[in-house]
């Protein structure tokens, strides 16, 4: 059996990602390869994918040597769902009357039905979208001016609203955070946050005009050399896992599209360096 080395140094621990996910034909037959470890020295050990040219998994956890992984036992058990948390639904958007929650008649979930026009409210995730500005072989950052994570710095990036295309919302964020025009050049990860709710996607882009300034959410923004961004003072951990990868491939010489689940655990803060762990970590 050829057996593929693959070097991750994002500064994670690393664990086995249980079986390749159905919806990625790339992924249909795996292999489990030995490799070498994070810069902690942790052995890793990656599925790799047989069929050439699409996607490779893995899995990662932000808690560093003390979460070393027990192969064994992950391989003979199911990956646990996080749980999830969501706003009660006590009134219908509709009629104003009160709902229930109960199992509407073909499904599975409990969901707020209203009990008197029947309405179900379905709640689903909120996409977030931003840019990795690149300039001169830096990245812009935004320092936060509002909560969550004031005064931390973060990717500018924001709800993504009706009306507008991902790319577009994008730009539109980094016009209103770092009042900086952009062009957005490619797609370059997908993070999704179940706990939360949150679906992100990162585009690179470059500026238009070598201008920038804090808008009315930043409290100051600068462009940042890689080896001098600060990852103990970053505001998520969509944007240290994006910043990470994005090192990681500029280093390489060799920038892909990424696609992970970040599972945040129970407590942890957004901005906790160790409050997550990175799961189904795919990239072209």
Known sequence: MMLRSVHLPLGFGVSPLLRCLPRFSGLASCSWSRISSSPEGLPLDVPYSRQHGVFRAFRMSSGGPGTSPDVDAALGSAVALPAIQMPKICFCHSCGNPTKQVI????????????????????????????????NDKVLLCKRKIEPSYGLWTLPAGFLEIGESAAEGAARETLEEACAEVEVLAPFAQLDIPRIGQSYIIFRARLKTPHFSPGPESLKCALFALDDIPFDSLAFSSIIVTLKMYIEDTKSGNLKFHYCTINKRPGASPSDPRGFDVDQCLHS
């Open 104 to 135: 509407p008649d073909g499904e599975k979930k409990i969901r707020p039905v209203c009990v008197v026009c029947g309405k179900i409210h379905y709640q689903n995730p909120k996409m977030v979208v931003g840019c990795l500005v690149e300039h």
